[in-house]
């Protein structure tokens, strides 16, 4: 597994990214903790330079693994399912943009969660007319990761974030409806313990349609910290010869620095026993 944290130069102190600041310097400072590679919280694709920080990376040997976009949904309010086409177009262009940022960075692929966008049921949506449009919408999107060689996940998040694509079934269901590898799950340990009966089933369940795995304890800290039984996730990620990428995605307790080294050692600690 590539074990990559979570870095950024424009997310909000509350946000679960555990290295915040200027992106040259967390890549140094994932590297020195004893990570593979990074995965960037993006607002923009207009408010990066791709090939800088691509390079930059790779020259000192770490992989730019993924990108988290939801700032841009958060922020900017870009969502796919938007009830105005013209919305729809926009949000494309900017998810457009951010996969080939990432096949610039070496092929990161590009996490999706709030750019889906909500239910808008005063517009006469409902969770499956939801679903028909957000299909739509990435199709285009998802030919053109095909074309770069990344791919687009999609993440599972719980119904207080998100009100649609909660669990591992919902998404994986959606997922499948594309004819394409290069559209994948994503599963985050914080939202399967909300969502999930049986979160070891869930990740079995995905098998080879998992694309990236967010690792966070329940209560958002750092893996380790808290009841997420990560020998026994680890040992299910194992059995379905997952390959792909751990993220590190949690809060800065006590400080991030700190968090990033402590959910690192439990993970490392748990795969060097198995
Ligand atoms: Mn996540």
């Not at 976009?69 to 943009?97: C, K, W, Y």
């Not at 995905?206 to 380790?224: A, E, I, T, V």
Request: aromatic share 8%; net charge negative; charged share 20%.
């Amino acid at each position: 597994m590539i074990l990559s944290c979570g870095i950024s130069d424009c997310a909000s102190p509350k946000a679960p990214v555990p290295l915040k600041g200027e992106l040259q310097a967390m890549i140094d400072k994932a590297k020195y903790i004893g990570f593979d590679g990074v995965e960037i919280h993006l607002r923009s694709p207009n408010m990066i330079d791709f090939g800088l920080i691509g390079d930059y990376a790779a020259q000192r040997g770490m992989r730019v693994t993924s990108m988290c976009t939801g700032m841009a949904m958060g922020i900017d309010g870009f969502n796919l399912t938007h009830v105005q086409p013209e919305g729809r177009r926009a949000a494309q262009a900017v998810l457009s943009g951010f996969l080939k940022g990432g096949a610039r960075m070496g092929g990161a692929m590009v996490s999706l969660a709030y750019m889906k966008g909500p239910i808008n049921e005063a517009a006469g949506r409902t969770r499956a007319s939801s679903k028909d449009v957000l299909y739509d919408s990435l199709m285009p999107c998802v030919e053109l990761a095909e074309k770069l060689g990344n791919s687009i996940t999609l993440e599972a998040v719980n119904r207080f974030e998100c009100d649609y694509l909660w669990t591992a079934e919902e998404t994986l269901e959606f997922v499948e409806r594309f004819d394409s590898p290069h559209i994948t799950v994503h599963l985050d340990t914080f939202h399967m313990n909300i969502e999930e009966r049986d979160m070891l089933g869930a990740i079995c369940l995905c098998k080879d349609r998992l694309g990236l795995f967010h690792f966070s304890d329940n209560d958002r800290r750092y893996p380790g910290y808290s009841h997420v039984n990560y020998a026994a996730v680890l040992e299910t990620l194992k059995a379905i010869n997952y390959s792909g990428v751990g993220s590190f995605e949690f809060w800065e307790y006590p400080d991030g620095e700190t968090a990033a080294r402590r959910g690192l050692n439990h993970i490392k600690g748990l795969l060097a026993t198995m």
